[in-house]
């Protein structure tokens, strides 16, 4: 029994065919096509005023240089929340809980913010390592520490969206185990573990959206240091 509860995390194979690349696709293929009318659907029109808004106040304390991301924000955005919330739905597979998939996408867009402030203001990146006002003993071991704290930074934003999936998607296993397992012994008790598997449900909505866009909010913010 414990070990069933980590089988949803394993990736799917069908005929040794691993399928995690159909469920990174599926997302994509749900998405509305936009139209050349005038006048569009509800769904084309509340996702057109979904990226509006995301877009503005995520771009807002960046500058002109940093607007040219925001077709990749946008997108990822949109692309993280679309698997979170699959992945709520029952007999599917969540890819973000995968630290392999989180990581690379973390890793790569950490990089790309690093090295366009290292081509564009080498100075004043590197000028992170070393606060101003340092007492010179302490230059090479705070050189050290902000070395290791930026190299972290990648890692910090896979692990963060891999743990809190993880995390929620146990609870909401176990909960329903209980509630399953207590039905026919204890039905009142059954029915509160029920209520509350409904609740966390509710969070974990709740928590697939806050991460998706507390993930693309923090690579925001370390572009704002390099532009």
Known sequence: MTLSFFDQFSSPVFLGIPLMALAIMIPWIMFPTPSSRWMN?????????????????????????????????????????????????????????????????????????????????????????????????LIPVLIIIETISLFIRPIALGVRLTANLTAGHLLIQLIATAAFVLMPLMPTVALLTTILLFLLTLLEVAVAMIQAYVFVLLLSLYLQENV
């Open 41 to 137: 659907n509800r769904m084309l029109t509340l996702q057109n005023w979904f990226i509006n808004l995301f877009t503005k106040q995520l771009l807002l304390p960046l500058n002109t240089a940093g607007h040219k991301w925001a077709l990749i924000f946008a997108s990822l955005m949109i692309f993280l929340i679309s698997l979170n919330m699959l992945g709520l739905l029952p007999y599917t597979f969540t890819p973000t809980t995968q630290l392999s998939l989180n990581m690379g996408l973390a890793v790569p867009l950490w990089l790309a913010t690093v090295i366009i402030g290292m081509r564009n203001q080498p100075t004043h990146s590197l000028g992170h390592l070393l606060p101003e006002g340092t007492p010179v003993p």
